[in-house]
């Protein structure tokens, strides 16, 4: 799809999208995070200095520069990656259990408000120009964001939602919690499909979705 709206332009400025869309993407994920933990009463990420679009205060050394970096220089043929994670006071938040849940589902609804918007800007955009591809690179990458975050996997935000069926089970949310991240990178090495059929493969049909057809 972005190789067909790129049009003569070429790789430079199919890299510049993806650069800028992750920024966006990853930038308003974390900060959407902060201002729903401080609408349902926690205000550290506030006081941490954190509500705020400033890139600097939300860069990861490895996810936000070296692990996109390599996989664009590779030509891995995805690029992901993530910011530094906003901080949350849970023991501060209104709505009992379902406070970290809502705290959770705010980035990744930010990320489909964001990919909504952009492809059906898509439709509008001038052919022949770069908004289009700009657009749609805004949106896949929003859209890959948001879906892959939802995985019920520790520490992805999907991982809360999983919480609510196991309250009564403190013991497997602990084991979780310690060893969740193992479980996702034993997930995406050793089932090379996982992340085509349940995030790249949804997230590029809800883009073309919204962008009416436009790119088959």
Known sequence: M???LAGPAGGGLETGAVVLGLAIAIIL?????????LYLGDATAKYAGRLTLNPVKHVD??????VPLFLLLTQSGFVFGWAKPVPVDYRNLRGGKWGPVLV??????TNFVILAVSASLVRLAPAGTALPLLLATVALINGVLMLFNLLPIPPLDGSKILYLFLER????????????LVILLAVLLLLPGFLSGFVFGPAFNLVNFFMGGLII
């Open 2 to 4: 972005l190789q067909a």
């Open 29 to 37: 994920h974390e900060v959407a995070h902060g201002f729903a933990a």
């Open 61 to 66: 050394l490895w996810g936000t520069i070296l």
């Open 104 to 109: 959770a589902l705010a980035g990744p609804a």
């Open 169 to 180: 089970r403190p013991d497997i949310i602990q084991a979780l919690e310690r060893y969740g």
